[in-house]
Nanobody, 123 residues
C-alpha cells in the first residue's frame, strides 16, 4: 500500500512561486509513475504533470511548472513559478505501480491518490 501526503500549498499573489511536495511511503518512488493533478471548484480534475519513463506537462503549465523527484526523501515535487489566478485549485498527487504513465495526463489508471493541498493565487 502506498500512502501519499501532499504539502506546500498556500496563498500567493500572481507572479509568485510555490513548491508542492508529495511524500510517499510504503513503496520506493523509483518504481512508480507519479503525477500532479488539480481541480478547481466546478471544474473537472485535470492533469498537470507526470513523471515516469518520461516527463509530461499540460500545455497550460509548460515553462512555468517543473516536476521532480528526491529519491533519498521518497518525495515528488512540483515547483510552480509565474503563478496565475487560473492556477488556483486543489492539487493532488497520484501514483501507479509502474513507470508507464497514462497517456495525455489522463486521470484514469492511477492506483493511489493523496488528499490534496490547496493553492490560491490572487490577482
Amino acid at each position: 500500500q502506498v500512502q501519499l501526503v501532499e504539502s506546500g500549498g498556500g496563498s500567493v499573489q500572481a507572479g509568485g512561486s510555490l513548491r508542492l511536495s508529495c511524500a510517499a511511503s510504503g513503496y520506493p518512488i523509483p518504481s512508480l509513475c507519479m503525477a500532479w493533478f488539480r481541480q478547481a471548484p466546478g471544474k473537472k480534475r485535470e492533469g498537470v504533470a507526470s513523471s515516469g519513463f518520461g516527463i509530461a506537462y499540460a500545455d497550460s503549465v509548460k515553462g512555468r511548472f517543473t516536476i521532480s523527484r528526491d529519491y533519498a526523501e521518497n518525495t515528488l515535487y512540483l515547483q510552480m513559478d509565474s503563478l496565475k489566478p487560473e492556477d488556483s485549485a486543489m492539487y493532488y498527487c497520484a501514483a501507479r505501480r509502474t513507470l508507464y504513465c497514462p497517456s495525455s495526463l489522463s486521470q484514469n489508471g492511477w492506483d493511489y491518490w493523496g488528499q490534496g493541498t490547496q493553492v490560491t493565487v490572487s490577482s
